[in-house]
């Protein structure tokens, strides 16, 4: 048996799962988290590839001693950063708003 | 205080063992004086393990970076920069890039639909018994290879930082020790304990690492470019240096191997069971989203300055240090050159420097080790007690005790493993750790929180099957056996050389064994059909992605 839930919570559940809220909710945090995942980890093994089989490419020097290795590994960092943050704004300004309705809504059914 | 009065001495002296051990002296009893405070405030379940869910998303951020920074990252990365010089840089990457899974699929859902343990959140729609044992099993071998790899590197840098005479003794007896002090912490101090000794080793670890930097940089008058061309004159190899492919690049095996290797750090971060714990510390998902934004800017920062550190030891340590640099594989990199940029060896600067930096180290080791500690005694006492055993017919405070118990009984073995293993060859046991969450763990994740059909039969799948492939396949790999003797007649592979049972060309088993993992849960999916599971997935998705309901 999975876990047991009393039956007014199952009935909220079930409702706020059928609502247009909720379905919007999910669809904007998929189509926002999918394609950026596949896109840094494609991102990563680009790097990880060139740094692997493109030797000349990454040893050329782009100021001083500074070559497009370091630049391209800095870059991971940049892009890790930016998405991190990205995120973050993306999710407090669609996404927590509908999940704190919908929270107070179940909040709401529960009490009765 | 007769501690500050030994220090004083000591740093008038110069005598940067004395100085070392009276600062270990110090980290242990801040340690020790936190615990305490702690336990004060640790009462029901909820305390011991989640810290009652009471810490802010910026605490538990630090926290995260404190559980998740260990000895290897601080020591072993910088060192692999000093020798291998780019490649090692190109490693640590991985294990930053690797946050954002966490942060973007993993931390807020599951801080919303579990309570304790990583087995929770799959038991949620799930049959308990056969689920909770499968993830309490894997649980328990990632963290105890995770607390070998700790616990072997324990006395090995102790023995060295300390710079002892009789090393077989002192590193055995640093291996009790350090094994001693993590059944306090998490015995007395639950998870309250443990998150502020991590707290405060990051903050140590962040000031440190900031100082050394900052020193090092300004011997270059901040010009990056400089100290590059430095570090690649004075390693000996010239500009390749500062190129990839003196670690990785070379060979063809050598080279899937890596590909094999960031696969495994980038997958696995998000499913290591002490990380995902640390989750249900914070009240809310919003706060565990706040966590992971603060562990990324502070693993991220620190991975940055790492490369600092890596380079300017190949630019600025040199003679008899580079030597014990190199003998050390890297390890002391990091502490001798804060002897180089404090002034050398045998300079007041460079003595105190040195003693901070291995107190810091040593602070690294007993934050990750506690948090390694108290994820496997929960996952025994919550998952296989309490569930699997009673049936969940126990008591909190039953279940708390077991809990303790389990925490003796799991830091007692790891310290028998720990002492006869530093006689062994361990270094891959904590690439394996992440093999085995990426391959085991994160699928079981991943398909719970966004696969309605998923079922037992496929959490139990992929559970088993992700853990057995990697482990199986690391078995049968050079690191195992069959790698034979370096130069100097040292064993490469953990078996004596004269058994050889590799097939497998890969140390590192992930770009097997992930897809194995995922294609397990797939397959031990569609051979049962389970109305309950696809029943109460509306339930976990709504609670996962709004909160509702979710245990606070």
């Given amino acids: 048996m999975a876990e047991r839930i009393p039956p007014e919570a199952h009935a909220a559940y079930q409702r706020i799962h059928a609502t247009d809220e909720f379905a919007e909710l999910k669809r904007s945090y998929l189509r926002f988290v999918v394609p950026l995942t596949v896109a840094f980890m494609t991102w990563y093994l680009l790097y990880v590839l060139m740094s692997n089989y493109a030797g000349d490419f990454m040893a050329h020097k782009v100021a001083g001693n500074i070559n497009v290795a370091l630049i391209f590994g800095l870059l991971q960092f940049v892009s890790t950063f930016a998405i991190a943050i990205w995120y973050a704004r993306f999710a407090a300004r669609r996404m927590d708003p509908i999940a704190d309705r919908l929270r107070a809504e179940y909040d709401e059914e529960i009490k009765r | ?552």
């Fill in chain 2, 1 to 552: 205080m007769s501690t500050t009065a030994t220090l004083l001495r000591a740093a008038e002296d110069n005598d940067h063992q004395a100085l070392t051990g009276s600062l270990f002296i110090l980290v242990v009893l801040i340690t020790v004086a936190i615990t305490f405070w702690a336990s004060r405030n640790t009462k029901t379940a909820a305390d011991y393990y989640a810290g009652g869910r009471s810490f802010s998303g910026a605490q538990n951020g630090f926290a995260v970076a404190g559980d998740y920074m260990s000895a290897a990252s601080f020591l072993g990365i910088s060192g692999a920069i000093a020798l291998a010089g780019y490649d090692g840089f190109l490693y640590s990457i991985g294990f930053l890039v690797a946050w954002l899974v966490a942060l973007l699929l993993v931390a807020e859902l599951l801080r919303n639909s579990g309570r304790f343990t990583m087995a929770d959140q799959l038991a949620f729609r799930m049959r308990q018994r056969p689920v909770r044992t499968a993830a309490a099993t894997s649980t328990v071998v990632v963290s105890i290879f995770y607390l070998l790899a700790q616990m072997v590197g324990a006395g090995a840098l102790v023995a060295l930082l300390l710079g002892v005479e009789n090393e077989g003794l002192t590193k055995n007896l640093t291996i009790v020790g350090v094994g001693a002090l993590m059944i306090f912490y998490v015995t007395v101090g639950g998870m309250k304990g443990t998150t502020w000794v991590q707290i405060v080793k990051a903050v140590l670890l962040m000031a440190g690492t900031i100082l050394i930097t900052v020193l090092v940089l300004a011997k270059f008058d901040f010009n990056i470019s400089d100290m590059l061309g430095t570090a690649a004159e004075n390693s000996g190899k010239g500009s390749a240096f500062l190129e990839p492919g003196l670690k990785y690049g070379v060979t063809t095996t050598s080279k899937i191997d890596f590909i094999s290797l960031g696969l495994a750090l980038v997958l696995g971060t998000a499913g290591l069971p002490h990380i995902l714990i640390r989750f249900y510390t914070v009240p809310t998902a919003r706060q565990a989203r706040k966590s992971v934004l603060w562990a990324i800017g502070l693993i991220g920062s620190f991975y940055l300055m790492t490369l600092v550190l890596g380079f300017g030891a190949a630019a600025l340590v040199k003679g008899d240090e580079k030597e014990q640099i190199a003998a050390s594989g890297g390890n002391l990199a990091s502490p001798l050159l804060a002897e180089a940029v404090g002034g050398g060896s045998g300079s007041t600067g460079g003595a105190v420097l040195l003693a901070i930096i291995s107190a810091v180290a040593f602070a690294t080791i007993l934050a990750v080790v506690a948090g390694l500690t108290l994820t496997s005694a929960s996952s025994v006492a919550h998952d296989l007690y309490a569930q699997v055993w009673k049936r969940g017919e126990v008591t909190e405070k039953q279940e708390v005790a077991t809990a303790k118990i389990a925490a003796f009984v799991i830091g007692g073995i790891a310290i028998l493993l720990a002492i006869p293993a530093q006689k062994l060859n361990i270094a891959f046991l904590v690439a394996l750790a992440f093999a085995v969450a990426a391959s085991a763990n994160l699928p079981a994740l991943l398909y719970n929180l966004f696969w309605k059909r998923f079922n037992t039969s496929g959490a139990v799948w992929s559970i088993y099957g992700g853990l057995i492939s990697s482990v199986g396949l690391v078995i049968f790999s050079p690191v195992v056996s069959g790698k034979g003797e370096d130069p100097t007649g040292k064993n490469l592979s953990l078996l004596p050389t004269s058994i050889d049972i590799s097939w497998f060309p890969l140390e590192n088993p992930g770009i097997v064994s992930i897809p194995i993992g995922f294609l397990c849960g797939f397959i031990g999916t569609m051979l049962a059909k389970d109305r309950d599971a696809e029943e109460h997935y509306t339930e976990l998705d709504v609670r996962a992605m709004t909160g509702a309901g979710a245990i606070q």
